[in-house]
C-alpha cells in the first residue's frame, strides 16, 4: 500500500446521501478474479448511458471534475453490503481522499485497508464546503493528514478527527496484513508453543 | 482457583497471539478452508503485496460454488464459473495446497468434504471465506466467516485482528419428536431470536436435545447460526466427535490422538461459567418448520397458518411481512397444505449429508412426483454420492421421479446455472430463504430433508407426521 501523501486536488461533488456499495460497483461485476480495474465500473448504473458511453448527467462525468482526487459525498456513504469491490473501486478511480458526514462501518473500515482516507466533517462544515465547489466547479481542497487539516482557497480551513493508529497507518503505507506483521515475533513464538503443546495441529494436515 | 471459562472463552484465550495498546487483539487460526469465489483477489493482494504464503499445510480447497452438477467435464459452460474454477487451480499449484479438483473423488461443497476427512478438530480456529463456516463448530471448533480481505490477511499471517465476541448459550432440553430435526431445531432458535439475535455474540447449544444429535445433525445446526446473526455456532466435543474423527485422513494418530483426546476433553465449558445471554427451548415443542417469508426468522410449524402483518408488534416486523407476504405472492391466514411447489431442492451444506438422504429416500420411496413439479437432489461430496448409490438410495429417488445429481452448493446459491424462474415455489433444505437467492423472483421456503421429500411426492406442502 502505498504510504498516503499531503496532496491538493480537484473535489468533485455528489450531493446524494445513503449511497450504497451497490450502486458503487453493481453486482454483475462481483465474479471477476481480479481486484484492480474496478475504477472503471464504479457507479456503472449512473456513469453510463445504454451504449456504455459516459452519461452527461452523471456528476462525476463533468468536465470540471475530471482527475479529481478527493470526492465530496453525502451521508451514510457505503452503506449496504459489505463488499470489498467498493473502496477497489474507489481507490482504482483514483480517489484516496473521501468527504462525508458519515459513512456505513464496514465500508469505512475498509477504506483504510485500501490507503483512503474518509474524513467526516459535521452538516455546517459539509454546507461551507458544497457551496463552495457548487460556485467553483474544479476547485482544488488542500489535505494535510499529519496536522489532520483541510483547507480550501474560499478560506475554509479545519481540523478534523481520525483514530491515531488508523492516521498512523495510513501515512505510512500499512495495510492490516502490514501491521499483523510487525508482531510477527508473537506470531512465530506462538508457532513455536503451539508445536510442542499441540504437536498433533502440526502434524495431521 | 481460575474462574470458571465457556468454551469460546477457552479457545479464545489459546488462540490469543498479541495484544497491542490501541490495537485489535491478533489470534492464530489453525485452519483455512478455501473455495473458488471468494479467494481469487486474495492470491492476487498476496502477489502484489510480494508476501510469502505462511502456512500451506493449514489450507484445504475445494471446488462447489459454480460448478456444474450436470456435466463436470472442464471447460464449463459458463466462461465467468470457468475462469473462477481455472484460477482457483492455477493458484492451489503455484502455492502447494491441497485442492479437491472436479476430479478429485474427495470434491464436494467446502463445509461438507472438510469434516469428512477430519481436517477440523475441537479447539481448533477456523477460518473460510464463506458464511457458512460456523458449521464446524459442531467439533467444538471455533469456525467463522471472514471477507476477502482477511482471507488474504489470513494466508500472509496465520491470524486475524479480531474484537471478542459475546457468548449466547441456546440450551434445547427434552426429546425432539419423531419426525423433527436438527433443521427444524436451527429454525425454531431463528424463529424466536431472530436474524438479529446472534448479532456479536457466539452460540453455544447445550442441552439434551443437542447431544443426542448425530455429528450430521449438529453440523446442520451450527451452519445455520450465521442466519441467527452469530458469526460462530459451538457444541461441546463427546464421545460422538471423538468416534466421528477417529480414522479419519487428517485425525491425530497413534500418540498424538492420546494427546489430542485429553486436550479435546478439557474443551467444554466448565461449569458455572457465565453468558451474556441465555435462551432455552423445549424439544418437545419443536414441529417440523417451514420457512414463509423472505427472512429464515418468517417460520412457522408446518400446521400454522401464514401470519399477517397484525401478527407483528413491532412496526419493522409488520412492514417486512408485508413486503415477504407480496414477494412470496402469499395471503394471511393461507394454509401451507395449500400452496401448490413447483421445485424441490435437496442438498446444500445444511442438509445435503447421508443421513439427510436416508431421511428423504425414506419418504420419497414409493411416492411421486407430479407433473407439474421438478425435484433435484444434490449430493454435497462425491463420496457421499457414492455411498447413497451403493445403499441404492439414488433409485428410490429417481423412481419416484426426482433427479439425481452431481455433487456441489447447486441451487443453494443459484451461481451455476441451476435456479428457479421468477415466481416459482420451491421447497428447499438449505439455509437463506432471501429474496432471489434461488433465482430472481425466485420463491423459498426452508424445510428439513424428510419434509422437502413429503412436499415432493405431494406438490404441496405436508405434515409428515401424518403420513
Ligand atoms: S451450499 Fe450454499 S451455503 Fe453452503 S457453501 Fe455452498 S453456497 Fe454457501
Redesign the pocket.
Given at each position: 500500500m502505498e504510504p498516503y501523501k499531503n496532496h491538493t486536488s480537484v473535489v468533485a461533488l455528489m450531493n446524494r446521501a445513503n449511497v450504497d456499495t451497490d450502486q458503487i460497483v453493481p453486482k454483475q461485476f462481483l465474479k471477476r478474479v481480479s481486484r484492480q480495474g474496478f475504477g472503471e465500473t464504479m457507479f456503472f448504473d449512473w456513469r453510463y448511458l445504454e451504449d456504455e458511453s459516459d452519461n452527461p448527467e452523471f456528476e462525476l462525468n463533468r468536465p470540471e471534475f475530471k482527475g479529481a482526487g478527493i470526492l465530496l459525498v453525502g451521508d451514510n456513504f457505503g452503506c449496504g453490503s459489505s463488499r470489498e469491490h467498493a473502496p477497489w473501486a474507489i481507490e482504482d478511480y483514483g480517489f484516496n481522499t473521501i468527504i462525508s458526514t458519515s459513512y456505513a462501518d464496514i465500508f469505512y473500515a475498509n477504506c483504510f485497508k485500501n490507503g483512503i482516507l474518509p474524513i467526516t466533517v459535521t452538516q455546517e462544515q459539509w454546507d461551507v464546503l458544497r457551496a463552495e465547489v457548487e460556485r467553483f466547479p474544479g476547485v482544488q481542497f488542500s489535505v494535510d493528514l499529519e496536522q489532520q487539516m483541510l483547507e480550501t482557497p474560499g478560506g475554509t480551513e479545519f481540523k478534523f478527527d481520525l483514530d491515531q493508529v488508523r492516521k498512523r497507518n495510513l501515512l505510512e503505507g500499512l495495510d492490516d496484513i502490514a501491521v499483523s506483521l510487525q508482531a510477527e515475533s508473537h506470531i512465530t513464538d506462538f508457532e513455536e508453543r503451539q508445536k510442542k503443546e499441540l504437536p498433533w495441529l502440526w502434524h495431521s494436515a | 482457583m481460575s474462574s470458571p471459562k465457556t468454551m469460546y472463552e477457552k479457545i479464545w484465550d489459546s488462540h490469543l497471539v498479541h495484544e497491542a495498546e490501541g490495537q485489535t487483539p491478533l489470534i492464530y487460526v489453525d485452519r483455512h478452508l478455501m473455495h473458488e469465489v471468494t479467494s481469487p483477489q486474495a492470491f492476487e493482494g498476496l502477489k502484489l503485496a510480494e508476501r510469502k504464503l505462511r502456512n500451506p499445510h493449514a489450507i484445504l480447497a475445494t471446488l462447489?460454488?459454480c460448478v456444474p452438477t450436470a456435466n463436470r467435464s472442464l471447460p464449463v459452460a459458463d466462461p465467468i464459473a470457468n475462469t473462477q474454477i481455472v484460477t482457483m487451480m492455477d493458484n492451489c499449484k503455484e502455492h502447494g495446497l491441497t485442492l479437491y479438483d472436479m476430479d478429485s473423488e474427495h470434491n464436494g461443497?467446502?463445509?461438507v468434504v472438510v469434516p469428512e476427512h477430519g481436517f477440523v478438530h475441537p479447539g481448533m480456529v477456523t477460518v473460510c471465506g464463506?458464511s457458512?463456516t460456523a458449521t464446524h463448530g459442531a467439533f467444538g471448533a471455533l469456525a467463522f466467516g471472514i471477507g476477502t480481505s482477511d482471507v488474504e490477511h489470513v494466508l500472509a499471517t496465520s491470524t486475524l485482528p479480531r474484537q471478542k465476541s459475546k457468548t449466547l448459550l441456546v440450551e434445547v432440553d427434552g426429546e425432539l419428536n419423531k419426525h423433527s430435526t436438527a433443521k427444524d431445531i436451527a429454525l425454531a432458535v431463528i424463529g424466536k431470536i431472530g436474524t438479529a439475535g446472534g448479532n456479536g455474540h457466539v452460540i453455544e447449544f447445550a442441552g439434551s436435545a443437542i447431544t443426542s444429535l448425530t455429528m450430521e445433525g449438529r453440523m446442520t445446526l451450527c451452519n445455520m447460526a450465521i442466519e441467527a446473526g452469530a458469526p460462530a455456532g459451538l457444541i461441546a466435543p463427546d464421545e460422538k466427535t471423538y468416534a466421528f474423527l477417529e480414522g479419519k485422513e487428517y485425525a491425530p494418530k497413534g500418540d498424538d490422538w492420546d494427546k489430542a483426546m485429553s486436550y479435546w476433553k478439557s474443551l467444554p465449558s466448565d461449569d458455572g461459567a457465565k453468558y451474556d445471554t441465555i435462551v432455552k427451548l423445549k424439544a418437545e415443542d419443536i414441529e417440523p418448520q417451514v420457512t414463509w417469508g423472505t427472512s429464515p426468522e418468517q417460520v412457522i410449524g408446518v400446521n400454522t397458518p401464514i401470519p399477517g402483518p397484525s401478527d407483528f408488534d413491532s412496526e419493522g416486523k409488520s412492514k417486512a411481512c408485508e413486503s415477504a407476504l407480496e414477494y412470496m405472492g402469499l395471503e394471511p391466514g393461507t394454509k401451507l397444505s395449500d400452496l401448490k411447489i413447483d421445485f424441490v431442492f435437496l442438498g446444500?451444506?445444511?442438509n445435503s449429508r447421508l443421513e439427510d438422504f436416508r431421511s428423504a429416500a425414506a419418504i420419497a420411496k414409493g411416492t411421486k412426483v407430479p407433473e407439474h413439479v421438478r425435484a433435484i437432489a444434490v449430493p454435497g461430496s462425491v463420496l457421499i454420492k457414492k455411498q447413497a448409490e451403493e445403499e441404492g438410495l439414488d433409485k428410490i429417488f429417481t423412481e419416484a421421479g426426482w433427479e439425481w445429481r452431481e455433487p456441489g452448493?447447486s441451487m443453494?446459491?443459484a451461481m451455476n446455472g441451476d435456479e428457479l424462474k421468477a415466481g416459482q415455489r420451491c421447497a428447499s433444505t438449505?439455509?437463506r430463504n432471501f429474496e432471489g437467492r434461488q433465482g430472481k423472483g425466485g420463491r423459498t421456503h426452508l424445510v428439513s430433508p424428510a419434509m422437502a421429500a413429503a412436499a415432493a411426492g405431494a406438490g404441496t406442502f405436508v405434515d409428515i407426521r401424518q403420513l
Open positions: - | 462447489d460454488h461443497i467446502i463445509h464463506d457458512h446444500s451444506c445444511t452448493c443453494c446459491l438449505s439455509n
